[in-house]
């Protein structure tokens, strides 16, 4: 490789690159249209955003801890008291939700007991393994078998026919 370059061949780029500043008597329109969308547009919708984010502020709202009062059973409600009967029903759906989550935190933790235990977890899951099928059983003896469009009158009417089938077995077992 030779020793002297050759500067023609390889051009070194200028070190200042030169600034055209235009001075006109006329404004340019795009400044001018810019300046009028911040100021009509841009301004109050900035301070109606800015507004309610500290309204929302002072108000926090945290959803996931929403608590709903309790409203009376389906048995409760009045006939024809047809708000009642709305209530009651979103009543039940929400416990039959926290009922499946009950169920599935249970199934979950005996999941990882046998996890953790490996081949002892007969002998040291056994609590969670009962406390599964408690809670299963409770589950099923409320909710099972009324298919996915189970309501809280069909579960009440379920709720009614097995306390009846109880005393019935009271009543034959006394005699």
């Given at each position: ?38 100021y ?52 039940w ?33 056994a ?39 109880e005393?019935?077995?009271q ?5």
């Amino acid at each position: 490789m030779p020793e002297d370059k050759d500067w023609e061949a390889y051009k070194v780029p200028p070190t200042r690159t030169p600034v055209s500043e235009r001075i006109t008597s006329v404004p340019n329109p795009i400044d001018f249209i810019k300046t009028v969308f911040d100021y009509v547009v841009d301004a109050p919708v900035t301070f109606v955003r800015e507004w309610i984010e500290r309204q929302q502020a002072k108000n926090k709202f945290y959803y996931y801890h929403q608590k709903f009062r309790r409203v009376p059973d389906l048995s409760e409600c009045l006939e024809g008291d047809y708000l009642c009967y709305f209530e009651a029903e979103a009543q039940w759906r929400r416990d039959r939700m926290v009922d499946q989550e009950i169920v599935e935190i249970v199934r979950e933790r005996l999941g990882a007991c046998k996890q953790r235990e490996g081949p002892n977890q007969f002998q040291n899951c056994a609590k969670e393994m009962e406390l599964l099928a408690q809670v299963t059983k409770a589950y099923q003896d409320k909710y099972g078998d009324l298919g996915v469009h189970g309501n809280a009158r069909t579960c009440l009417m379920k709720q009614k026919h097995r306390m009846m089938e109880e005393r019935k077995k009271q009543a034959s077992a006394s005699q």
